[in-house]
C-alpha cells in the first residue's frame, strides 16, 4: 500500500461542509460571516503519550479528543480538521482501526477530515483543529475577576490514577482500573458545554496538564489569584466513590497528586461571577455535563489550597511540563 493509496483508503470521505477536502494543496473552508476562526493543534508521541501497544481506536479517539477539547475551552464550534501522520509501517488493520476511532468522534461533533500529511517515520499524530466562535465571543484565560467563582466540570484525576497502575505504582480492583482507564484512553472532550458557557464563563481552559498548573496559567493571564478547597477536588475523582466502600484505599497524598496534578482529563476549568450560580448548573444542566465549584478568585496574586476547615495547606504540587523537572 503507497502512501497515496494509504490516505485514499482511511483518510478520504465525502466532502460534507468544506468546500474542498482531501486531494488538493490545500483544503478550503468557507467561515461563516460574522465567526472568527478557532484553531489549535497537539500532537501524540509514542513514549511521550501513549505507549506502543494502545489500542489503535483508542488513540485515534484521543488525537482528535484532545483537539477537541482546546476547541471547547475556547466556547468554539467544531468546523474541520488535519491530521499529520508519520507511521513506521502501513499496517492495513491498524490504520482501520485507527480511522475508527478518529472518524467516530469526528462524526459525533460533525468535525470534518479535511487534510493533512503522511509520512514514514516514528509513530506520531499531529491534528489541528478549526472551529468557528461569535466574534468575541471566545472564552478566554485572561477574565477571571476576584470574587469569581472556579468551576471544573466531569471528574478529575481517573486518568493518572489509570496511568499510575499501568505502570505498576499502584493497584486498582479490576472494574475501577477499567472505568480510569477510559478516561486515560478515551476522555470527553466538553465541547457542548463550551458553548455553553459563551457570555457566562469570564475565564476557561482545559484541564491537559493538571488542575493547578492549568489554572495557574488563567490566574496569571488574569493577573489574579485563586483559593482552591483540596477536598472539593477530590471529591471529583470517579474511582474514589467506588474505593471508599471497599477495602482498598490510598493516603491522602496519592488522591492529592490525582486530582491537583494528575492531567489528562480535559475536563473544562472555568470562572464565573458568584451571582451566576444558577446560570452555570442550568446550562451544565441543558448540556449534561455536570459542573462543580471548587474555590474562588481572589485579588491576591498566587494559588493557596484550602483544607475542609479553611486553613491553608502547603503545597508542592507541579503540573506536567515537558522540559520541567518532571517532565
Ligand atoms: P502536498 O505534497 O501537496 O502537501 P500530499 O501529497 O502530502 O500533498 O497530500 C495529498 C493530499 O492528501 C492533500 O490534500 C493532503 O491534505 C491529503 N492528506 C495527506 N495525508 C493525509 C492524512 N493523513 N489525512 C487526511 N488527508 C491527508
Ligand atoms: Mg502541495
Known amino acids: 500500500m503507497g502512501e497515496f493509496d494509504l490516505i ?79 507511521l513506521p509501517e502501513a499496517d492495513d488493520a491498524w490504520l482501520a482501526a485507527l480511522a475508527r476511532g478518529l472518524f467516530a468522534l ?37 477574565g477571571a475577576r476576584p470574587g469569581d467563582d472556579v468551576y471544573v466540570s466531569g471528574t478529575l484525576g481517573d486518568a493518572r490514577l489509570a496511568l499510575e497502575a499501568l505502570q505498576g505504582h499502584l493497584t486498582l480492583p479490576a472494574e475501577v482500573l477499567q472505568a480510569a482507564r477510559q478516561r486515560l484512553e478515551r476522555p470527553t472532550p466538553r465541547v457542548a458545554l463550551g458553548q455553553a458557557l459563551r457570555g457566562l464563563a469570564t475565564s476557561a481552559i482545559d484541564v491537559s496538564d493538571g488542575l493547578l498548573g492549568d489554572l495557574a496559567h488563567v490566574l496569571d493571564r488574569s493577573g489574579v489569584g485563586a483559593v482552591v478547597e483540596i477536598e472539593r477536588a477530590i471529591e471529583l475523582i470517579a474511582a474514589r466513590a467506588y474505593l471508599k466502600s471497599t477495602s482498598s484505599h490510598f493516603d491522602a497524598e496519592v488522591w492529592q497528586r490525582a486530582a491537583l496534578a494528575g492531567g489528562d482529563d480535559y475536563e ?53 511540563d515537558h522540559f520541567g523537572a518532571a517532565g
Open 8 to 86: 485514499a483508503r482511511h483518510f478520504t470521505r465525502p466532502v460534507r461542509r468544506a468546500v474542498l477536502g482531501v486531494g488538493d494543496d490545500c483544503a478550503l473552508l468557507a467561515p461563516t460571516p460574522g465567526m472568527q476562526l478557532a484553531v489549535s493543534s497537539d500532537m501524540l508521541v509514542q513514549g511521550r503519550h501513549f505507549f506502543a501497544d494502545v489500542d489503535p481506536e483508542a488513540l485515534g479517539h484521543k488525537a482528535l479528543a484532545v483537539n477537541l477539547s482546546d476547541l471547547a475551552a475556547c466556547g468554539a464550534r467544531p468546523l474541520a480538521f488535519t491530521l499529520a501522520l508519520a
Open 106 to 142: 469526528a462524526d459525533a461533533h460533525s468535525c470534518e477530515l479535511v487534510g493533512g500529511d503522511t509520512t514514514r517515520g516514528p509513530l506520531n499524530l499531529c491534528i489541528t483543529v478549526f472551529g468557528e466562535v461569535p466574534a468575541g465571543q471566545a472564552l478566554l484565560r485572561s
Open 268 to 320: 473544562l476549568l472555568f470562572t464565573a461571577p458568584a451571582a451566576e450560580r444558577q446560570a452555570v448548573q442550568a446550562v451544565a444542566a441543558a448540556v449534561g455535563t455536570p459542573v462543580a465549584r471548587i474555590g474562588h478568585i481572589e485579588a491576591v496574586p498566587g494559588l493557596r489550597l484550602v483544607d475542609a476547615a479553611g486553613q491553608t495547606v502547603p503545597h508542592r504540587w507541579r503540573s506536567f
